[in-house]
C-alpha cells in the first residue's frame, strides 16, 4: 500500500532542526523542475510574487528570499520540513529508524513545486500554490504543468510515477492528501489503474456529520503515524485506528468512514 499525504504551507525553522538526528537524504526525483520554477520565482519583483502566491508583502518578501537561496540554503527531509496541522500530529521528528525506513517506501508527500517527495528526499524552505502561472510552465497553471507536462530525468509523468509505484507494491493507494492535489496527476487514470482507498473524518453535530478541515488534517496526520508506527500494508487494518475520540465507522465503496461522536 503507497499513501499520499499532502504538504503543508508551514515549514520548520533551521532552529526546530537544530537537534534533530542526521537522517539520509534522498534525492528528489523532480528536484531539477522544482529548481527550475524556483529561479524564476526568485526573479520577479516582491509585488508580483505577493499576487502569485496570494499573501501579503511581508510573506511575498520573505517568500523571495527563500527563492533568492533555493541553491544554497541548507536542506532538510521532507517528512521534517513541514509543520502545517497535519504535520503536528505525524511527529516526524519523534519516529524511529524504522519507522522512517517504511515512510521512505511507502510515502509520498504531494507539493506544487517538488510534485511528489519520498520523505527523506532533501527539500530547501519554499511557498508554492496551485495556480501560479511561469515561462518555465508554459504560462499554465503549476497544477497543470505538473499534470500535463513535467517529467523527470528519465521522461517520466508524475501520473505514471504514481502509477508505478502503486502497481509494484499491492496496487492500492491510500488517498490522505486533499482534493486540490489531484490535479497534479491524471486522477481519472490513476483511480482506473490503482485501487484508490480514500478515509473520511467526519465530526457528528447535532445528529449530522459534518467535516471539519482542523479535525481532517489533524486525523491525516495521526493516521499516517499509526500507519508507519505499526508497519501497516493493507487499507483494512487502519479499521484499527483511533484518535482524539475518531474512530472507525463503516466503508463505503473505497472511502473509510471514520466518525467522532
Known amino acids: 500500500m503507497q499513501i499520499l499525504l499532502a504538504n503543508a504551507k508551514i515549514m520548520r525553522s533551521d532552529d526546530e532542526l537544530r537537534d534533530v538526528a ?23 519583483e516582491v509585488g508580483d510574487l505577493a499576487s502569485q502566491l496570494h499573501c501579503s508583502a511581508k510573506i511575498a518578501a520573505e517568500c523571495w528570499q527563500r527563492f533568492r537561496d533555493f541553491a544554497v540554503a541548507t536542506p532538510r527531509p521532507a517528512i521534517a520540513a513541514f509543520n502545517g496541522q497535519a504535520y503536528k500530529h505525524l511527529r516526524a521528528l519523534s519516529l524511529s529508524d524504522g519507522a522512517i525506513g517504511f515512510a521512505q517506501q511507502r510515502l509520498w508527500i504531494t507539493c506544487f513545486l517538488y510534485g511528489l517527495l519520498r520523505p527523506l528526499d532533501a527539500v530547501v524552505p519554499y511557498r508554492m500554490e496551485c495556480d ?22 528519465d521522461g517520466i509523468s508524475l501520473t505514471d510515477a504514481l502509477i508505478q509505484s502503486v502497481k509494484a507494491d499491492d496496487g492500492k493507494l491510500l488517498h490522505l492528501s486533499t482534493e486540490e492535489y ?20 467526519y465530526v457528528r453535530s447535532a445528529g449530522r456529520l459534518k467535516v471539519q478541515a482542523v479535525w481532517a488534517k489533524t486525523c491525516r496526520g495521526a493516521m499516517v503515524r499509526f500507519i508507519l508506527e505499526n508497519k501497516i500494508a493493507c487499507a483494512e487494518a487502519l479499521q484499527a485506528f483511533a484518535y482524539e475520540g475518531f474512530s472507525y465507522s463503516h466503508t463505503d465503496g473505497n472511502k473509510m468512514i471514520f466518525v467522532r461522536e
Open 22 to 44: 542526521p537522517w539520509p537524504l534522498s534525492v528528489p526525483r523532480w528536484g531539477e523542475v522544482a529548481a527550475l520554477l524556483a529561479a524564476e520565482m526568485a526573479r520577479m
Open 132 to 153: 501560479v502561472h511561469l515561462d518555465a510552465t508554459d504560462d499554465c497553471t503549476v497544477h497543470h504543468f505538473w499534470r500535463m507536462v513535467a517529467k523527470d530525468a
Open 182 to 201: 489531484e490535479h497534479l496527476f491524471q486522477w481519472q487514470r490513476v483511480c482506473s489503474e490503482v485501487r484508490v482507498v480514500q478515509p473520511l473524518f
